[in-house]
């Protein structure tokens, strides 16, 4: 029950003290990237709490890992340069797509080491 209750509250912790502005809407697309255990719908049983779901379940692999690292870097690197309003509100949501999705792969990758 913890590990659920953490996928909520470091997102709000993070939203509250980085994206202070525009916390709500920062902490709604961090959770929403929970979805991500959809994949979790591909194994047999379902859920298995003795299971480590890093290397394991699709889109909490590796591959998949660096991806989540790219959106979450290449918007922070192109901030630097000019963009239009639709492509900042695109680089924002990247941003906080990525960040979701690598404080949820960490989150997991903690349970995998108990
Ligand atoms: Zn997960």
Known sequence: MIHIALHF??????ALV???????SAVMIMIATML???DHLLADPIYDPHRCSIGFHPLHTWPAIVIYVGLFLVPLIMSRRQAGDNLKVAMRMSHLIG?????HM???GLDCLM
């Not at 509250?9 to 993070?14: K, N, S, T, V």
Request: glycine share 8%; hydrophobic share 60%; proline share 4%.
């Open 18 to 24: 980085f994206y202070r502005g525009q916390w709500r």
């Open 106 to 108: 960490i989150l997991d």
């Open 36 to 38: 991500v255990d959809a």
């Open 99 to 103: 960040l979701g999705l690598l404080i």
């Open 9 to 14: 509250i470091i997102p709000l912790l993070i």
